[in-house]
């Protein structure tokens, strides 16, 4: 059992009023709120910390490398990575995921190979491959999804041809939440011969993640939707593939000699590290990962379900509803359309109660072209939220209807 009231008392955001009414905040899936010791974490380490990293013969230089260098152990133990050779700190997902693309994918690629995607996929497991496609004459697959949002994967086989040169898969929908079953998936995909990358953009936060036991080749996340700092993020990916890569980008640090003639590179994982990282970001990110571990992932997910189960059944009630997305299993994400109003327009009917939720395309284009649908609302909860926050919610999803009727 979680003690919520405990919890919101760590995230100082949460005690704000907004229009005049406490702020519910429901819009987790865009990016979650930060806890006071993240906040914390970040101010000490500009105050009394800050140097940068990896150069620095002087104390505080030593002492922001230490700290940087520890956040990776703390991400490799939370992922279970084999080493922290394997853990790349980037933006996050969007730059992880073109990291893969331009550095492992499009090296190999040649015109007619194939590189295979989903239905439901971000834009930003779309956008990057469509580039490397652009680059080499690859062509882009996209394993097909039924109309409750469940990935077909009876049809996979079918989709992994000798020319297939990787599967991007999100673990987590974030515009309908529907939970892939990534391991069976990348056992076929391995099967087949075929790298898998999986976008755990919206997993990360809410499902134990074990990058070894799901034998992933890669796996990106963002830190800000794991109550980390934005601008920092992770590409774990497998040892031997990543000494294999080119580095993405050339600067300082990713090099171990510049001359005029040749530059060789730094090992791993600081090959792929060019430039003066997000220090602060990446320690943010460590203080997060302590912070979500000491609640624990298999509580928050199962209170999250619970508020899913309860948030699906009382707007299910509310007239004119449709919900996109009602997947096998899924996760706290819940978008759908109302008859009487556009999204935008429940959008802002809900801000003006102090009710942040998201209406738009969600960066899934043609998953809202697939449901015949512009744009969808979308509540998306985490461990934070309360069975109150919801009501609150549901009551003004039903004013919706009374204005617009
Ligand atoms: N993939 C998924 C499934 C996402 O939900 C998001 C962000 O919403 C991204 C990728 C991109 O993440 P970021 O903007 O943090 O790079």
Redesign the pocket.
């Known amino acids: 059992m979680l003690d919520i009231a405990k919890i919101r008392a760590d995230f100082p955001i949460l005690h704000r009023e907004i229009h005049g009414q406490p702020l519910v905040y429901l819009d987790n899936?865009?990016t979650t709120q930060k806890p006071q010791c993240v906040i914390d974490a970040l101010t000490h380490y500009y105050q009394d910390e800050n140097a940068n990293i990896h150069r620095g013969v002087h104390y505080l230089s030593m002492e922001a490398t230490r700290l940087y260098e520890h956040a990776r152990e703390k991400v490799k133990n939370f992922i279970h990575a084999a080493s922290v050779e394997e853990i790349i700190f980037v933006?996050?997902?969007?730059?992880?995921?073109n990291l893969v693309a331009q550095s492992f994918v499009r090296s190999q690629v040649t015109k007619g190979d194939e590189i295979l995607i989903t239905a439901m996929?971000?834009h930003?497991?779309i956008v990057p491959w469509q580039f490397v496609c652009e680059q080499t004459g690859a062509v882009l697959k996209v394993l097909p999804i039924d109309q409750q949002g469940n990935l077909l994967v009876e049809q996979l086989a079918a989709y992994l041809t000798p020319r297939t040169k990787i599967c991007a898969i999100?673990h987590?929908?974030?515009a309908i939440g529907t939970v892939n079953p990534i391991k069976a998936i990348i056992a076929e995909c391995h099967a087949a011969g075929v790298p898998v990358l999986i976008?755990g953009?919206?997993a990360i936060a809410h499902t134990p993640v074990d990058v070894q036991a799901l034998d992933c080749d890669f796996y990106?996340f963002?830190g800000?939707?794991l109550l980390g700092p934005?601008g920092i993020?992770v590409l774990y990916g497998k040892k031997a593939l990543l000494a294999a890569m080119p580095p993405y980008q050339g600067g300082g640090d990713m090099i171990r000699t510049v001359s005029f003639e040749k530059t060789t590179f730094n090992v791993l994982p600081h090959k792929f590290e060019a430039g003066t990282p997000n220090i602060a970001g990446a320690i943010g990110l460590g203080v997060a990962i302590d912070y979500l571990q000491c609640i624990g992932l298999t509580a928050i997910n199962a209170y999250e379900q619970q508020l899913l189960r309860y948030a699906t059944a009382s707007i299910l009630e509310i007239p004119g509803v449709r919900l996109l997305g009602t997947a096998h299993e899924k996760a706290s994400i819940l978008a759908f359309v109302m008859q009487s109003a556009h999204p935008h327009d429940i959008g802002t009917i809900l801000d003006q109660h102090g009710i942040a939720i998201r209406a738009g395309h969600?960066?899934a284009m043609p998953l809202m072209a697939f449901f015949n649908v512009p744009a969808s609302a979308r509540i998306s909860v985490s461990f934070y939220n309360t069975f109150a926050e919801i009501d609150c919610a549901m009551e003004a999803l039903s004013e919706v209807n009374k204005i617009f009727a």
């Open positions: 899936a865009a933006r996050g997902t969007t730059e992880a995921i996929e971000h930003a497991n999100t987590i929908a974030n976008d953009a919206q990106a963002s800000h939707k934005t993020g969600h960066c």
